[in-house]
């Protein structure tokens, strides 16, 4: 049976809302079992406010918490006991196939590389979160911030990645991929994403569409992955975020306004929900940390049970769909001639 | 009498919407005149249709358009009675104090660097546009994609002009500024935004906020600038497009699913019309495009008339409002040691 390891002290709200999100994901899908690295006292506490089949639930004491003011490399190595890393311990050792975290992003990148390790070939793995499209289902973002600065080989990498995620999760047999530029024409972009360009269009293994924009990110409805260097992929995620919170914000206050507006206001309330759920980023789960040697999903750090069960989910059917396995198979068969990076990418031959 | 300079062949609706648009700035603000640069007989065609004061429209005869396949600087060299080209010399030889064009974006770059010329000691213009924000008002972005590559000390030139901008157009005494970057702390960023994240801190003739991130965009409602490298400016600027495209497709969908909501739909009519016009990019007006020895605003291609009378107004404060002369004040009154460029930026000094 499938199991997946849950940092459950990791995040704005544990271990309540993580140990309450893994019983409703207990609950939904009845085929996996769950270790909770974490306090065992507190957990148990938790654990008792649910039913729940005991031999899907195991518990490994881990009650120390890496925050966000911890510095991460340090944090991992010296916190041995820390939920996070006992989480990427206990899947290292094979004790769990997947692993969810709702923890400070720079402990889990850095556990996840010196705990759990890379996929063979993959010198930079990377955070691909979901965002809500046009079409109401979402594009993949990938890298959004875990490398600052890229090569074209590391581009075609996240390209590769991210289509064996999308295959194995979203069950997309051919997914679309975009390569985020200041533009669509080929000589947009600096050297590397000019070389990424001219990379991807040689690569049978993924669908390449080509440059896209940052408005295709969430407008175009014909593709499916979006690749970026981790900094541009940041800021357009955040961007993104901000507008999204924004516009809810102004509706909100448009609707609002005066009494009359409000009693209209209960009236569309179930349309505006709707909507609001079509937008909503806790059902879209978390980012998953492509290129380690088992499926890593990270939550938001203000994951709430919802948000955390949908990361719950996402790791299972990471699994399931066998997309370290994808990752792994695309890989090998590149032809090395035809991927060989450019000359600025040189050393990571 | 302030005098604006109108490329009234650029942009999809020329010259209908030009001229028509020219005409309404006139009758909302009765003190400056307008020079029309375009096909004569198709201008007059135009004008035909309005009731105007014929002492403060000018026609300058050009007849030539440049498009988006002409190559810009090629076309700027050889198109010399395209319609941009001659109203960028009309403004150079003191025939008009401003200018605004729905133009080709790189063609009228190039004729402003080229025809127009740049403030003595900026050696990288910067196109600026107005983005809604939570407060109703707007944050400008500098630079969204004049500049691919910069360097510290062309994100501080940034800061200093969006700045004189920001108090000549929108009457903000001190805005506040920020620098886009991955994040909020000091060691965020490559070495060019550590090095302008430093630079921004010791320069007194701006206020600084800080490093921002990607949401502060719209949802930071204590400041007023954001200053980014072009690239980055340009994919957060497109990305926050396609995520109000977007929203605003799938609220339009919400509300007209069936009839029942169809029904609703109409009585919260004027709240999404309200609610949309705060997200309107056309009110906004175009793009302020700075470093130039005069002020040059660059409107939206698909301008229809409001969106170019916003335009031509842009202009008209940015001319009352001393916006260059403010821009090279500020740059005169830096003192040389404490902004002297840090070492990668050496040739700049």
Known sequence: MIKIVIDAMGGDYAPEEQVKGAIEALNKDKDFAVVLAGDEE??????????FDPSRVEIVHAPDVITGDDVPTKAVREKKNSSTVAAFRVLKEGGADGLVSSGATGAVLAAGIMVLGRIKGI???????????????????????ANLE??????????????????????????????LNNGTED?????????????????????????????????????????????????????VEGCAKTMGNLMKKAFTKNLFTKLRSALVYDVIKGFKSSMDYEIMGGSMFLGL??????????????????????????????????ISEMLEKIDAASIAPPASSEEEK
Do not use: W
Request: charged share 25%; proline share 3%; glycine share 8%.
């Open 42 to 51: 507190k957990l148990k506490a938790e654990l008792a406010k649910y039913e």
């Open 123 to 145: 010198s930079r793995p990377a955070l691909c979160p979901a965002i809500p499209n046009l079409r109401g289902d979402q594009t993949l973002l990938c890298d959004c911030g």
């Open 150 to 179: 890229c090569k074209s080989i590391n581009l075609a990498h996240f390209a590769i990645m991210a289509t064996a995620y999308a295959q194995a999760v979203y069950g997309i047999e051919k997914p679309k991929v975009g390569l």
């Open 187 to 239: 000589h947009k972009g600096d050297l590397v994403h000019q070389e990424a360009n001219a990379l991807l269009k040689t690569m049978d293994c993924i669908d390449y569409y080509g440059n896209v924009e940052g408005r295709d990110i969430m407008l175009n409805t014909d593709i499916d992955i979006v690749v970026a260097d981790g900094y541009t992929g940041n800021i357009a995620l955040k961007a």
């Open 293 to 326: 040697k088992k499926a890593v999903v990270k939550g938001h750090g203000n994951s709430k049970a919802r948000g955390f069960c949908a990361c719950v989910l996402q790791a299972v059917n990471a699994v399931r769909g066998n997309m370290v396995e994808k």
